[in-house]
């Protein structure tokens, strides 16, 4: 049996764990894959329930961090912008277009650069720091490279950025403005993650890519740590969540799971988990349905909604094997419509929903109408990131108004 060591002295962590194989690793020194695979942060959840009093938690401040015996910073410094909880609104206009009562968004879209990317950012950037690593390098479709440019810049940290070369244009220049040496590859974000894998050893920099790294799980679990105490600790029916390197969906399931083990959770009632994609790139849909662990890589992916279009996740089982425990599935809304939806959902709510989530819009109408969801269920839908960081999205250019004409005021009557 292999040594368990604590990462830091007052840290709860006791090891890391391999998904796929169990081997055990050192938690405090700095580690990735092992045989490409991701890993766990294993905790000793029965000194937790010892030491932490659920109750007293909620008085702490309203940050991300208020929850740091479950995660693994213990004495390290903390790189923050002030990720505050992101609220859980109630989206009374769109349950009542889906024939629902109780539905939910829990919008993330007020974080740090504009995504739940922050979660995962700060504390991969926290620990990196931590184990001395000074330059950093991330492949991105969207907002990973943004977020990762903000916290190495506030960690004083280099960062290399590469991007698909049609990523939201303000998604590159956010990690240009941070800093960050940011390149245009004329390929997907797989390519991009191929250039970071290949010059880890020439360039000398840690590889923050999805799940490549052990801490951004368990920054993203705080959505899941967030949401239960938001629902007085008893767990909503249902979850959206648009689904690309699966980091978010896996980090709320290993919530969940270790706040069952805690006794923290008011009973045993398990959300079913719904990983959306579009049809524009779907290879986990396809596993799910074919019954497979592992998913193929989806070739041509295409969708208006860059932070799902991912052809490959080095976490699929992970994802697959979430879904399945939960009683949960995954499934693929129609890409010509995911405009469509993200206008709806603003327009009813006020709520800046950004594609990806206007595609977890698509799916609860497709799930309300199957009966899939039941009308009385409570849904909760994840809002990952703000519709402004999407000019690309925009429809149609907007009427003209000649001022140097008189005004047709019928015009404003007929729109
Ligand atoms: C990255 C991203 C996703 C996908 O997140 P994963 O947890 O990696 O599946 C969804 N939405 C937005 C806005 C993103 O930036």
Same mark, same amino acid.
């Given at each position: 049996m292999s040594p368990l060591v604590s990462a830091t002295p007052s840290s709860f962590v006791t090891h890391l764990e391999s998904?796929?194989?169990?081997?055990?690793?050192a938690a405090d020194e700095l580690q990735t894959l092992h045989e490409g695979r991701p890993l766990w942060v294993k905790y000793d959840l029965q000194q937790i329930r010892e030491s932490v009093d659920r109750d007293r938690l909620t008085k702490r401040p309203e940050t991300m961090w208020r929850y740091h015996e479950l995660l693994p910073v213990g004495d390290a410094e903390i790189v923050s912008l002030g990720e505050r909880m992101s609220p859980l609104l109630p989206a009374p206009q769109l349950a009542k277009r889906f024939g629902l009562e109780d539905l939910w968004v829990k919008d993330?879209?007020?974080?740090?650069?504009?995504?739940?990317?922050?979660?995962g950012m700060a504390l991969a950037i926290t620990m990196a720091r931590r184990f001395g690593v000074e330059r950093v390098a991330v492949p991105s479709a969207g907002n990973a490279g943004g977020a990762?440019?903000?916290y190495a810049a +506030?960690? &004083?940290m280099e960062c290399f950025v590469f991007m698909p070369h049609d990523t939201p244009m303000i998604n590159q220049y956010e990690a240009l403005l941070a800093g960050a040496k940011t390149f245009q590859v004329n390929g997907?974000?797989?390519?991009?993650?191929?250039?970071? +894998?290949? &010059?880890?050893?020439s360039m000398g920099w840690f590889d923050l890519s999805t799940l490549k790294e052990p801490y951004r799980i368990e920054g993203k679990k705080t959505m899941g740590l967030e949401l239960a105490e938001q629902c007085d600790w008893s767990l909503p029916d249902v979850i959206l969540y648009p689904t690309g390197g699966g980091t978010g969906l896996i980090g709320m399931w290993k919530a969940f799971q270790e706040l069952l083990e805690l006794g923290w959770l008011n009973n045993s009632h398990m959300p079913r988990m719904v990983a959306v994609q579009s049809s524009g790139c779907d290879p986990m849909v396809r596993a799910f349905s074919s019954g497979e662990r592992f998913?193929?890589?989806?070739r041509d992916a295409q969708t208006v909604a860059s932070g799902i279009r991912v052809p490959a996740a080095v976490g699929d089982f992970m994802i697959l094997d979430a879904i399945r425990e939960s009683g949960g599935m995954a499934t693929a809304v129609e890409e010509a419509r995911i405009r469509e939806w993200m206008k709806l959902a603003v327009s009813l709510e006020g709520i800046p929903i950004c594609p990806e989530a206007a595609a977890c819009v698509g799916a609860l109408e497709q799930l309300t109408e199957a009966g899939w969801i039941g009308s009385d269920e409570r849904v909760v839908l994840f809002n990952t990131g703000a519709a402004q960081k999407y000019a690309e999205a925009i429809e149609s250019p907007l009427p003209q108004i000649d001022c140097l004409?008189?005004?047709d005021w019928d015009q404003f009557l007929n729109r």
């Amino acid at each position: 049996m292999s040594p368990l060591v604590s990462a830091t002295p007052s840290s709860f962590v006791t090891h890391l764990e391999s998904a796929i194989d169990g081997t055990v690793f050192a938690a405090d020194e700095l580690q990735t894959l092992h045989e490409g695979r991701p890993l766990w942060v294993k905790y000793d959840l029965q000194q937790i329930r010892e030491s932490v009093d659920r109750d007293r938690l909620t008085k702490r401040p309203e940050t991300m961090w208020r929850y740091h015996e479950l995660l693994p910073v213990g004495d390290a410094e903390i790189v923050s912008l002030g990720e505050r909880m992101s609220p859980l609104l109630p989206a009374p206009q769109l349950a009542k277009r889906f024939g629902l009562e109780d539905l939910w968004v829990k919008d993330e879209s007020q974080l740090p650069t504009g995504s739940f990317k922050s979660r995962g950012m700060a504390l991969a950037i926290t620990m990196a720091r931590r184990f001395g690593v000074e330059r950093v390098a991330v492949p991105s479709a969207g907002n990973a490279g943004g977020a990762a440019a903000a916290y190495a810049a +506030r960690a &004083g940290m280099e960062c290399f950025v590469f991007m698909p070369h049609d990523t939201p244009m303000i998604n590159q220049y956010e990690a240009l403005l941070a800093g960050a040496k940011t390149f245009q590859v004329n390929g997907l974000i797989n390519d991009c993650g191929k250039i970071v +894998r290949d &010059g880890k050893a020439s360039m000398g920099w840690f590889d923050l890519s999805t799940l490549k790294e052990p801490y951004r799980i368990e920054g993203k679990k705080t959505m899941g740590l967030e949401l239960a105490e938001q629902c007085d600790w008893s767990l909503p029916d249902v979850i959206l969540y648009p689904t690309g390197g699966g980091t978010g969906l896996i980090g709320m399931w290993k919530a969940f799971q270790e706040l069952l083990e805690l006794g923290w959770l008011n009973n045993s009632h398990m959300p079913r988990m719904v990983a959306v994609q579009s049809s524009g790139c779907d290879p986990m849909v396809r596993a799910f349905s074919s019954g497979e662990r592992f998913a193929e890589l989806c070739r041509d992916a295409q969708t208006v909604a860059s932070g799902i279009r991912v052809p490959a996740a080095v976490g699929d089982f992970m994802i697959l094997d979430a879904i399945r425990e939960s009683g949960g599935m995954a499934t693929a809304v129609e890409e010509a419509r995911i405009r469509e939806w993200m206008k709806l959902a603003v327009s009813l709510e006020g709520i800046p929903i950004c594609p990806e989530a206007a595609a977890c819009v698509g799916a609860l109408e497709q799930l309300t109408e199957a009966g899939w969801i039941g009308s009385d269920e409570r849904v909760v839908l994840f809002n990952t990131g703000a519709a402004q960081k999407y000019a690309e999205a925009i429809e149609s250019p907007l009427p003209q108004i000649d001022c140097l004409k008189e005004v047709d005021w019928d015009q404003f009557l007929n729109r």
